[in-house]
């Protein structure tokens, strides 16, 4: 073979591979797959926040019933008292419970980007890719049916796309599903967090949302606010206030336990307003970031705006989880 024959044949191959994986390169940059895991960790600690506030608003309802139950002195009133703080903590479980599945969307979607996002991705996690994508379809199918909407399903393609086929080729593919699933997720992530936002202004008075850039006040649609965590409140601070005035006809003890229950649970309430104050605004966040990621992840170069956005919501929901976590502690 002479020199100009092996300069072409071999030259070829040679040029092939250099030209995959310049477009392996320019599908995804490692930080690119950096920033969009760090965006689904966050993701996946938002979506615990809305029903650690309808279950705190539960438990402090159903406290403001026992607390009521001190002041009566007949045992049939006390026990349908206690009757009722029970029936209130079910109902309350039970809205928390659908909270919880219509967050599973976002859940789901969250574990999803974590999949896609793994260094190690085999055939194993395939398999749980698989079944998310599945689940995150299911939930846009469920959703379409309650709100008459008719969002695109794409968890099933997306994992779908990527195969145990190993090598420099699976992380081709594995950067095309994660691209493919963030700029399908956008609209769905958009309304999802329209939900969230809904569900939690019911727990807040219009003050509260004077200052807060929403998707859902824009335009003049102003969600529902029944300031139910500040009502529960002013109804613990009566039945305190009724025991008090009985305490001639209470116990010491009784006046004791009426005392600690009712501090422990306006400090409650007040902790679970601050978390819905921080949770409806990292939701815009969660919005933004999300949209910054979808514009951009077909961007040959990370945009600066997008990164801010994403660590901006690191920084709030990390913030809300110290809430959180002393919330669920009581």
Known sequence: MNHSTFFRW?????AA????????????????????????????DYSAFPGTVIRSHADLRAKQKLIEVITFASGDASLRQVEGAVNIRREMEIRAAAADSALGILRDYAELLVKLTADNYTNDLQGSTEKLGRSVDKGISSYNGLRGTNLNGFGALVAAGVRGIGGIYIRHEQAEALKKAVTAADPVVETMIGEVEKLLATYLAPADLQNLKLTIT?????????????????????????????????????????????????????????????????????????RALAQNVTKPQWLKSSIEQVNTLVDEVNAANGLRKKIEAK
């Open 10 to 14: 071999g030259l070829v191959p040679f």
């Open 218 to 290: 824009a335009g003049g649609a102003v969600p529902e606010q029944l300031d139910l965590i500040r009502n529960v409140a002013a109804d613990l601070k009566d039945g305190y206030r009724r025991a008090a005035e009985s305490a001639g006809e209470l116990e010491q003890q009784q006046q004791l336990e009426a005392a600690v229950l009712t501090a422990d649970s306006l400090a409650g309430a007040d902790n679970t307003i601050r978390l819905a104050l921080k949770a409806i605004q990292a939701a815009e966040t969660y919005r933004a970031a999300h």
């Open 17 to 44: 591979a250099v030209f995959f994986f310049q477009g392996c390169s320019a599908v995804l940059t490692k930080s690119q797959v950096k920033e969009v895991a760090t965006f689904a960790v966050a993701a996946k």
